[in-house]
């Protein structure tokens, strides 16, 4: 929501955030965002995940993607090491 400038939507956008299933689910995560860093440095060297980027006019993202072999594991629901 932070670059969202329409009141409304702004307001609507944060909501489904809000409400959605994963809302929350790092609070009280020792170490915060260092911790959830170091575990995607890792999903990448092991070859779980890759970058993906997103452009738009003015602005774009980099996220992460499952590879084939991070679907794989994920399908076999076995926890990463």
Do not use: C
């Not at 299933?21 to 999903?43: A, K, P, Q, T």
Request: aromatic residues 10%; positive net charge; hydrophobic residues 30%.
């Amino acid at each position: 929501t932070k670059y969202e400038t329409d009141p409304r939507r702004k307001k609507v956008r944060r909501q489904l955030v809000i409400a959605s299933e994963h809302f929350g689910v790092l609070e009280g995560l020792r170490g915060g965002v260092d911790v959830v860093l170091g575990l995607m440095d890792e999903l990448r060297g092991e070859g779980y995940v890759v970058d993906a980027q997103r452009q738009w006019n003015g602005g774009g993202y980099t996220y992460p993607v499952p590879t084939k072999q991070g679907w794989e594991r994920l399908e076999e629901g076995r926890l990463f090491s």
